[in-house]
């Protein structure tokens, strides 16, 4: 696998102040994940976040750094900083949040002389970033998406003839509101529709709104092919089902996901990643439309997923194996075994006892569920304390972040009340 930086990069390693290590930039537990890999192996690994701090709690993080975040108009000169003073040139870049993907991406000329990137440049990044590329590709290459429609302005949504319930996405998730935090929003009718519309195109503008078919069923029906990639080919791979999910009907994040062969879904995330020549992490999901039996792509993830931990309980290490693949060494192919599964047991315990009330799962079909191998999201023998503190971490968040941005959104939304004169 070739390196992912210039040889300038290899110049200058060797007058880092420490070993070559890994700098893991933003993100939850997916960079959790991420470190917990490279550290268990002995890496030197630093975390850079303005966000989410949970992975700055492992003990495999050696230094804990912070600053503006990657959409400050000075974001490349701090960033090139935070580098030479720290002594991080030469280090790996595993950038583990879109923000700091598109920062990457769109800086990769810049910085690929300073640092090692796992993150390729934009005229790749972008067929993943931008829902509208995504999708126009797949439809070239004849792989299954989803109904969606770009309306220009609410005119066009109130002449859209569609079928509900939809749902609203953002095409891009770089900022942080109540819309490109909860991912999408289900809408049932006309009304609610112009009204949710009005909601999203105040946080993120008109010109970044999907408006798409909900495909039914839960997370049971939604699929992912994760891998790491080298010119388009899937060195390393596996393909997983999202068995449970949170909220249970219409989830923004994975509570149990297992280990699967499918190979309708290995097959066309192959050629999708052969199309765009990605090189990297990468995570491509899918869901089974039950009315029609086809598996239709929804995203494209060009860094570390929610559940990557599972990767290394499988036999694909994948931070790993990007690490490595970033200095240049060569990659045995290997594809992950069945049989394994990741756990968010917090949420998890929601999801599980939601969909054992509604009667769609059993209290025998959830133990044994637990019987596999399993990686847990934030608990780790070897690791305890970020577990310790995810619940606490994820409660100031709710209260903090979460639901101001959603009692934001709600007073933007709200009709203005009428003036009244004394």
Known sequence: MRPAASSAVADTASDSAAAPGALVVGGALGALGVVRSLGRQGIPVAFLTHDHPIAGFSRYVGRRLSWAGPEQPNALDTFKRLIRNNGLTGWTVFACADAEVRFVAQNHAAL????????????????????????????????????????????????????????????????QNAFTMAKAWRVDDRAELLARYDEAARLVGEATIILQEMIPGGGEQQFSFAAVCERGEAIASLVARRTRQYPIDFGYTSTFVESIEQPDVEAAARRMLRAIDFTGLVEVEFKLDARDGRYKVLDINPRSWTWIGLGALAGVDFPLLAWRGAYGEAITPVRGRTGVAWMHASRDLVAAGQEIWRGRRTVASYLRSLRQPIAFAAFAKDDPLPGLVELPLVASRVLTVRLPARLHGLRKAAPARPQTTV
């Open 112 to 175: 690929s002389g300073l640092v090692r990137l796992t993150t390729p440049p934009w005229e790749i990044t972008r067929w993943c970033h931008d829902k509208r590329l995504t999708y126009r590709r797949a439809a070239e290459l004849g792989i299954d998406v989803p109904w969606s429609a770009y309306p220009r302005d609410r005119g066009e949504v109130t002449r859209l003839d569609c079928r509900f319930p939809v749902i609203l996405k953002p095409t891009v998730r770089d900022s």
